[in-house]
Each structure stands twice: as C-alpha cells, then as structure tokens.
C-alpha cells in the first residue's frame, strides 16, 4: 500500500519540477520590454549597444572591479567628420568634458541620457533605457543625436 502513495509522490514531485522549469523559462515583463525597445530603435536606425560605462561618464560602477553596464545608442552620420566631443549630462545640461565648449549649458528635454559622445562619423548618448520602456521618446531621442551631429558640423 505504501509503494502506490510513493509511486504517486515521486510522479508528482517530478510533473512539479518540470513544471517549475517550464515556467522558469519565462521572459520577465522588463527583460521583453527592453528587448522591444531596442527592436524598435534598430528599425530607426539607432544602434543599440550594451557596453561598460566609461569612467569620463560618472556613472556608479557595479563594484569597485566591474563597470555597469549601461546602454548606448548611436546614429551614424556617413559625411560626418566629428572630432572627439565628450559630454555629461548634469541636471538636464550638457556639461562639456572633452572638446568644444560650444554645447556647454544647453539644455536637453529627453530623461535618462546620462553622457552623449561624439567622434569620427558617430554620434552616440549613454541612455537610462528604463526612462521610457514603451520608447515613445526614440524619435525625439534620434532627432536629437541629429541635431547635435548638424551643430558639431
């Protein structure tokens, strides 16, 4: 009598663990979200990119050995020429680090840009990507990168 209830309660644990395991598969609602936005700004022309936060940037690292990763999205200008412009963004205004201090003090409307950097043909900003999931600011986002790669020229 005791080998048909233990029968039933190894088939149960196991259904139970592949259970967890198919469901632990999921994609998290954040993870989809991200993979959507950046989807979408490819279909732009953005380039979105992972990559470790420089140090010129000021943005935390991880731990004192890690840089955070943190997103980058760039347009590339064929004709550009751009020498190398590096620029933080402090309470919604551009704080010049390397470069022409033309762009110091304007001021920016998108959230979530930490640093924007230019060089070569490429224009490029350090985003917060959680700033807009939906990615309802990326026209304004890309329009800007253009703007900016227009006033460098």
Not at 50 to 79: C, D, F, H, N, Q
Not at 138 to 143: I, S
């Amino acid at each position: 009598m005791t080998t048909d209830y233990t029968v039933y309660w190894v088939l149960g644990l196991i259904i139970l663990f592949l259970l967890g395991s198919i469901f632990g598969l999921k994609v998290s609602p954040r993870e989809k979200a991200l993979g959507l936005l950046r989807e979408r700004a490819r279909k732009m022309s953005l380039h979105p990119r992972l990559i470790p936060a420089p140090e010129w940037t000021g943005i935390a690292k991880a731990s004192e050995t890690r840089a955070s990763m943190v997103a980058y999205y760039s347009i590339l200008v064929p004709e550009g020429k751009f020498p190398l412009l590096r620029m933080k963004v402090n309470e919604q205004t551009l704080e010049v680090v390397t470069g022409d201090p033309k762009f110091n003090g304007q001021s920016i409307d998108i959230k979530g840009i930490y640093a924007i950097d230019m060089q070569a043909n490429c224009v490029g900003a350090f985003w917060d990507e959680s700033a807009d999931f939906a990615g309802e600011k990326l026209e304004a986002f890309k329009q800007y990168l253009q703007q900016l790669a227009t006033q460098a020229s």
